[in-house]
């Protein structure tokens, strides 16, 4: 048990379906992170929430939109999704301040797969 | 941006032997942090080495940073079946000081 629950644990779409991801923590962290984990790629940061203000888009499409209502929810709101979107979506936690100088507490993902 | 590239890519050695993965990098570091993933889980963190220590150690696990050197190392002792799983290392990067990872090693211990 890590403190950071992701749902669902798997998730199959067709590209034109619209589906949301959520992650919670309950270690009282501030900061809140989404990374894309794909096959044979390094794992690649996708957004950062500071006290629930969107602090990095790294250069994401638009076809993923962060949610943050508070500092212990993150969603990932996900509509139109291409065959390359298919991969392990991974939301961590950390304490705030600089995401590099913290160590971050990581769920187990959410699988997903389009169709 | 700066990201850590760990070496060997892969790694398969039997129970009780000792694992050494490495992390080099190319510009200067404030820490250097080191996550293990089992197949199918999130990333779990292991040790925080910051850029005026030497070595580290946590249980099994000892970690070394070499700044002259620009590289890191984790070494496992007496590995278990249970150690097998990719190792990352993870530096401090892009334009919000956020974690940048490398690749990973890919461990495989046999019994």
């Known amino acids: 048990e890590t403190g950071v629950t992701q749902t669902p644990r798997h998730l199959v779409m067709g590209m034109t379906n619209k589906k949301s991801l959520k992650c919670e923590q309950h270690l009282g962290h501030n900061a809140m992170y989404w990374y894309k984990q794909s096959a044979k790629k390094p794992l690649e940061l996708m957004f950062v929430?500071?006290?629930?203000?969107?602090?990095e888009n790294n250069s994401v499409p638009s076809r993923f939109s962060p949610e943050c209502p508070n500092s212990s929810h993150l969603f990932l709101h996900l509509h139109t999704l291409q065959p390359e979107d298919s991969a392990l979506y991974l939301c961590?936690?950390?304490?705030?301040?600089?995401?590099?100088?913290?160590?971050?507490?990581f769920g187990d993902g959410t699988r997903l797969s389009i169709l | 941006s700066q990201q850590g590239e760990e070496d060997p890519q892969a790694l398969s050695i039997q129970e009780g032997e000792n694992a050494t993965m490495n992390c080099s990098y190319k510009t200067s570091i404030n820490n250097l942090q080191w996550y293990r993933q089992n197949s199918g889980r999130g990333l779990v963190h292991l040790i925080l080495i910051r850029s005026n220590e030497r070595e580290k150690h946590s249980g099994r696990l000892r970690v070394t940073l070499d700044t002259s050197k620009k590289s890191s190392s984790l070494l496992i002792t007496a590995s278990r079946a249970a150690d097998t799983a990719s190792y990352f290392c993870a530096l401090l990067g892009g334009s919000q000081g956020n974690l940048i990872f490398g690749k990973g090693t890919k461990l495989s211990v046999k019994p």
């Open positions: 961590a936690s950390s304490h705030a301040g600089q995401g590099g100088n913290q160590p971050q507490h």
């Open positions: 929430y500071n006290f629930k203000e969107q602090t």
